[in-house]
């Protein structure tokens, strides 16, 4: 969604998907959701792995804690990248960023220190 909008958005006679710092601000914004990813599949293997017991509660809540600021740092970064047509009702992109930021007050702060299961 956001990159398709800055290859369209013209500013200064060119796409702001062009210009450097937006370019370096959607890849960091990639990374994050390629790690989630990738947190999320290694706990959906250790919980198949374990079978149901407690031994991957520290997997589960790495993937819980990176995914949640994962979501809620891209969320804000579409909302930046995206300007004012953001926070309309006719885009998508306030819908994510108030999931995710609904999310955080839903399920806790996913900053907070990941305590070892006992």
């Not at 991957?56 to 979501?71: G, I, M, Q, V």
């Not at 970064?77 to 930021?101: M, N, P, S």
């Amino acid at each position: 969604m956001t990159v398709e909008y800055t290859k369209s958005r013209v500013q200064f006679g060119r796409p702001i998907g062009s210009f450097q710092a937006l370019k370096h601000r959607m890849a960091d914004m990639y990374v994050l959701v390629e790690s989630a990813r990738s947190a999320a599949y290694r706990a959906a293997a250790a919980l198949d792995e374990s079978g149901g017991n407690t031994s991957t509660a520290l997997d589960l809540a790495a993937a819980r804690r990176h995914c949640s600021e994962a979501f809620a740092a891209v969320a804000g970064e579409t909302v930046q990248l995206h300007g004012g047509i953001a926070i309309t009702w006719e885009h998508d992109a306030h819908l994510y960023f108030k999931r995710a930021h609904g999310d955080t007050q839903l399920f806790g702060m996913p900053h907070r220190p990941l305590a070892r299961p006992a």
